[in-house]
């Protein structure tokens, strides 16, 4: 039955780590990806970590799902650049003359979902839809490669259209060919707030749009990295999915904090519920933003708020306190799920418990866990996950294949354990092998989730 209020809180949808997870240094502003630029890197134990980060996710009790990787290297890009002939010798062309094209036409960058898409829940969208608008990625030429597979792969996911409107990405150049108005990275700069903690898709929430610059190019924007995501690509999200402008706070993201490698706003900032928990220096006019915020939520907002005493912009930018998930747990209690690389920090550890310590603060329960092959390139535990707000019945109507259980997680590993390299250096890029060895996974990685063929080489 059709809008039944019973809650389920989100679904996260974390990304598959690809068979061709690699350290290729593709993203300038990245810190973590320049540093690691042509170490050796580990497909196996990646996407075993992803698959154990779900795995804990989900067994505290908050519902899991996976979206599949992409198909890499793609082929279809290489041919785009004009190399022609069997796919194999396209690989060896590209290896040959234009190896940083092969790179980026290899990158496992899909694994991180934050970027997959922006997710409007039924309860604020217009017309009482769940809507997601795919990002473009257009800042990073390896990214830019992601959008039209992550339309197919989320229709495929979400295909009932009585219930879920996925849309395109924004167009990703303006008339002339030149950069146009819209660059959008997802997610990751988006945090949708609820008056209270257990708030999942039923109740309307208050969007928190976080922007780099405006393409217009009024206001401050970064010096030395790019500013990603724009206030008219947030702008046209919102006004696309029919989000109410009295439900949307705009905030700009510190160009002194971009610069310093906050590439993306969920590398500075987590919301859940109603708390935020945010760097002092996350935002421009901060003060100006969390009231607002708090306006819009009826005077409900919680924030903790973590100061350069304790943690400096640099140091959340080396351990990715912020791009912790903040998760409701059954109890309505939160939890927070850090990377492995928080636990040496001291200032983020008395940042953590001074919240922990907190009566007040809902946030009771603080785990880490190991993504190390994930964070190597810049991406934390949020950067896997793609948040969808779902009622139960729009919980139904997603392809049971991609939500977690006990079973499809063995199953999972195990596919992993078959197809996957212990290492990979950027050079073996090269190698034929890998296409097909890649091809094989992803093939029978449909049947397993019962996605239906959603790949170019499965046409
Ligand atoms: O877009 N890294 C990704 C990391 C994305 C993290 N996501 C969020 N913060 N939500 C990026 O910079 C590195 C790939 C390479 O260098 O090979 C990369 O794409």
Not at 115 to 127: F, L, Q, R
Not at 218 to 235: D, F, H, K, V, W
Not at 267 to 292: C, K, W, Y
Request: with cysteine; net charge neutral.
């Amino acid at each position: 039955m059709r809008g039944r209020l019973r809650r389920v809180p989100e679904v996260n949808f974390d990304g598959i780590v690809g068979p061709t997870h690699n350290y290729a240094g593709l993203s300038r502003g990245n810190v973590a990806s320049a540093r690691h630029r042509g170490e050796t890197s580990r497909p196996r134990d990646a996407a075993l970590q992803g698959l154990a980060k779900a795995a804990a996710v989900a067994r505290l009790g908050v519902a899991q799902g996976w979206i599949p990787p992409q198909e890499r290297p793609h082929v279809p890009t290489l041919r785009a650049h004009g190399f022609s002939g069997d796919d194999h010798g396209v690989v060896a062309a590209a290896a040959r003359d234009a190896p940083h094209l092969l790179a980026q036409a290899s990158s496992a960058s899909a694994m991180w979902t934050a970027n997959a898409a922006t997710v409007t829940p039924s309860a604020d969208a217009g017309d009482g839809r769940v809507h997601f608008t795919v990002a473009n990625l257009r800042a990073m030429p390896h990214r830019a490669i992601e959008p039209p597979q992550t339309l197919r792969t989320l229709r495929a996911i979400f295909p009932d259209e009585s219930r879920f409107a996925v849309h395109e990405a924004l167009p990703a150049s303006g008339a002339s060919g030149a950069p146009g108005p819209f660059g959008d990275e997802g997610a990751a700069n988006h945090t949708r707030l609820t008056r209270d903690a257990r708030s999942g898709g039923e109740v309307p929430g208050v969007h928190l749009f976080a922007f780099g610059a405006q393409a217009g190019g009024a206001g401050p924007r970064p010096a030395r990295y790019p500013a990603r995501q724009t206030l008219e690509a947030s702008r046209a999200i919102a006004a696309r999915h029919g989000i109410a402008p009295a439900r949307c706070v705009w905030a700009q993201q510190h160009p002194a904090a971009i610069d310093q490698g906050v590439f993306h706003n969920d590398v500075i900032s987590v919301g859940n519920g109603h708390v935020l928990l945010a760097h002092e220096h996350a935002f421009v006019d901060q003060h100006r933003v969390l009231d607002d915020l708090d306006a819009a939520l009826g005077g409900a907002l919680r924030v903790v708020t973590v100061s350069s005493r304790d943690v400096t912009v640099r140091d959340a930018v080396e351990t990715y306190l912020f791009n912790s998930q903040l998760l409701t747990l059954p109890d309505g209690t939160m939890a927070l799920v850090m990377p492995g690389e928080c636990a040496a920090h001291a200032g983020v550890a008395r940042a953590v418990q001074a919240m922990l310590d907190d009566p007040a603060c809902p946030v009771k329960r603080a785990v880490h866990l190991d993504v190390r092959e994930s964070m190597r390139n810049g991406g934390g535990p949020a950067c896997l996950r793609l948040r969808v707000p779902l009622t139960t019945d729009e919980l139904a109507a997603v392809v049971p294949g991609c939500l977690w259980s006990p079973d499809r997680h063995a199953a999972l590993e195990a596919w992993v354990r078959r197809h996957y390299r212990e290492t990979l250096v950027p050079a073996e890029l090269a190698d034929p092998r890998l296409l097909d060895e890649s091809r094989t996974a992803l093939d029978e990685l449909t049947r397993l989730l019962g996605t239906g063929p959603i790949y170019e080489f499965q046409r």
